[in-house]
């Protein structure tokens, strides 16, 4: 069974970073696609962004050129850099990690956007 422990979440002000942190634990694991949605109070669920085994990525076009999704195996971690945040990134964000057809999801990080 594979854990998903997300970290980096908070509050910061429009036009300012964060970077969430999903780090993989558990049963042996090879993803074929991490990556991360979010969920606004009222709003659809959102596929924010995802990057696949052969480090292909992409992101949703409201945070396309403003957020960069990343891996580094060594330490089992998918991350997302989010650069010139806006009050609409306010959301609750939670990833995800894709192993043949089974699903795990993190506990979810609140990010909130505002001044």
């Known amino acids: 069974q594979v854990q998903l422990v997300e970290s980096g979440g908070g509050l910061v002000q429009p036009g300012g970073s964060l970077r969430l942190s999903c780090a993989a634990s558990?049963?042996?694991?090879?993803?074929?696609?991490q990556g991360w949605y979010r969920q606004a109070p009222g709003k659809q669920r959102e596929l924010v962004a995802f990057?696949?085994?052969?480090?292909?990525?992409y992101y949703a076009d409201s945070v396309k050129g403003r957020f960069t999704v990343s891996r580094e195996n060594t330490k089992n971690t998918v991350y997302l850099q989010m650069n010139s945040l806006k009050p609409e990134d306010t959301a609750a964000y939670s990833c995800?990690?894709?192993?043949?057809?089974?699903?795990?999801w993190g506990q979810g990080t609140q990010v909130t956007v505002s001044s």
């Open positions: 558990g049963s042996t694991f090879s993803f074929n696609q």
């Open positions: 990057i696949t085994s052969s480090d292909s990525t």
């Open positions: 995800y990690a894709v192993s043949g057809t089974y699903v795990s």
